[in-house]
């Protein structure tokens, strides 16, 4: 059985529901033949990978839909081999570069080269050029996308790329003066809630419009996870109302958890205990980011209105520290050690 | 040496005028599919915009027989490559073309290897002939040319390796080095070049050049849409093109699916509020409007009232109600996909240009742009670093 989320996946330009005038123009571009180089951004669960496929269904028909997935090597200048994954139709190449970390450029260049110098071998295809899917566009290093400046041009007969990813701000400038800059925004709580309850409808479960809202408000305007959690909300109970209790996701709870911990004391013994936690949602796998970031938003409330923008600041401060170094724990413990310290001084009138 | 140029006398009338004229109309069938970018690049020197300075020297050093290594550098988008693609065109025309220019950029391998092997053996080539009689239409000078588009992108190693190779087959070979920061140019190349600069384009050129090629695609342009491109542009002529055949692209399609789009009613009306409605008014008619709004929308620009919403909910109040308001609208902000680079471009203008700051506050609010830049081409978390941005600001408007 499939989740929800893949289930009531749009097929066809026409059943996406949000986002109308958006659909349109892509459909128009699809049905012009004159189809541009794109570069979809916005934030996850908004739908940017949906209106990919379903754009390149309007190009290609259902062709697109059958898809394998090929294993190639590839072999970089100091001779080191380079296992890559390509997910691949007759008509679109669908590729991830960011897998291979650093060597990201020695696959644009050879496969990209290799794909715009043969013509679309199916003579009864609807359009003369392949398409090229790149996942995590903002993750290509700087050389792979200098190595994709030209090829967009060049090739521009054979080819034609699009580019996902959740913001422009790491993509250089002239490929973004390349490409048509599309933005898929966030489906609004109103949005979500249609979705939710269209998807209720077609399951036969009973509705709660209370529970639709509020998992549309939990959801933080990501439709993925709405559908996710919708879905283990009818799992866990057979009857929903509208005060059913949302479960959150585990991590979730124990960073809730955290977040109390660190308010309760402010001593060293608490971060100790804290260090465990936070070990145990960093070896399940939740990226620190996101373990910093929630942090934040948990304990935000507890605290008075004149620490928040100070909170906000090093929470910032650590969050690019993470970002820059190797070691996680050490830039989450001492956000916890920060917060700890500001909260403390505060409470006692001093200023450090 | 001089008989190099039977063209000597058009060229001579053409470094008078400027190098402002645009006479480029391609038959329009066979290059339909084509980017105007590609499309309306300039053929000839005489159609280079804005450069004047630099082709004035191209044309005299033509006149002059003689070409030294060259180094071009300037921004994105003002005409570099244009620029030696048009030079080494008007040189040896389509049939020589091949075999005396070599082009290498950043998607071709450039490592020292390659250097050392490709451009070496090019550079070290003995020269063809000519066909009898090309020589009456194009000059062909005794030399082949080398490009190294995006030089700035090769390796120290391998701009090393051409120090000697640029010099010992100077007698047939020239370079041409393209780069966006002439810095990155190791010192002992940048020397042996002579270094041409490309300015941004100014708002005059740059303004008639879109409007020439408005007029040859048939694409209305409404009052103003004109200014928008350049304002979005930036300078940057290859993004207005490529914006501007965006647009027109998007209300000019909708004509095509006409006939599906009147299947689907509710669809329909979408559009017909949106800023599509003069395509859909005019049945039959086949030019459509450019608007300024739809060109804002593909530039990524974000509207003015979420900007300065976001600025009305940083006014200094009591603190806490300012985190509250500022949270909502960077929340928003966020989930609505803008990009956190462009809401620091636009809401530093915004900021900068603001006369009821002192410029101390000024001073402070800059720095705290300056790091927040940095932490985003880092690639740190959007919303948290757009947030503390926007509260840092808010401290500081506070202070007075």
Redesign the interface.
Known sequence: MALLVDKYRPRSI?ALTYH??L???L???A????F?HLLV???SG?GKKTRIVTTLRELYGPGVEKIKIDSRVFQT?SNRKLEFNIVASVYHLEITPSDVGNFDRVVI?DLL?EVAQTQQVDQSARQRFKVVVINEA?HLS??AQ??????M??Y??NLRLILLAN????II??I??????V????PTEVDICKVLSKVGKQEGWAEAEGLNKRIAKDS??NLRRALLMFEAVHAQNEKVTDKTLIPPPDWEALIAQIADDIMAEHTPARILLVRAKLYDLLSHCIPP?TI??SL?FKL?PKID??L??DV??W???Y??RI??GSKHIFHLEAFVAKFMRILESYLMGMDF | MATYFDNKARAAASATNGASSSKVAPPKDIQNLQPWVEKYRPKSLDDVTAQDHTITVLQRTLQATNLPHMLFYGPPGTGKTSTILALAKELYGPEMFRTRVLELNASDERGISIVREKVKDFARMQLSNPPPHYKDRYPCPPYKIVILDEADSMTQDAQSALRRTMETYSKITRFCLICNYVTRIIDPLASRCSKFRFKPLDQGNAKKRLEDIAENENVKLEAGAVDTLIKCGEGDLRKAITFLQSAARLVGAVKVSQPKANGHSRKRKVIEDDEDEDAMDVDGVDDTMVTIRSIEEIAGVIPNDVVDGLLKAMQPSSRGAVYEAVAKQVTDLVADGWSATQVVTQLYQKIVYDDTLSNKQKTKIVMAFSDVDKRLVDGSDEHLTILDLALQISGMLAET
């Not at chain 1, 200098?146 to 090829?151: E, G, I, K, M, N």
């Not at chain 1, 913001?167 to 790491?170: L, R």
């Open positions: 026409e109308e005038d659909s349109e123009r459909r128009s571009l049905q012009s033949g004159d541009p951004y916005g934030p908004a200048t260049q080269k903002d700087r050389d200098a190595a994709l400046r030209r090829t041009e060049k521009s007969p913001s422009t701000a790491n400038a002239p973004r003066s390349r490409t048509l800059l933005r898929v925004a966030a933080g305007r980011t910093l970031k934040t935000i209105d004149a928040k923008a906000i600041k929470s910032a401060f969050e690019h970002r820059l």
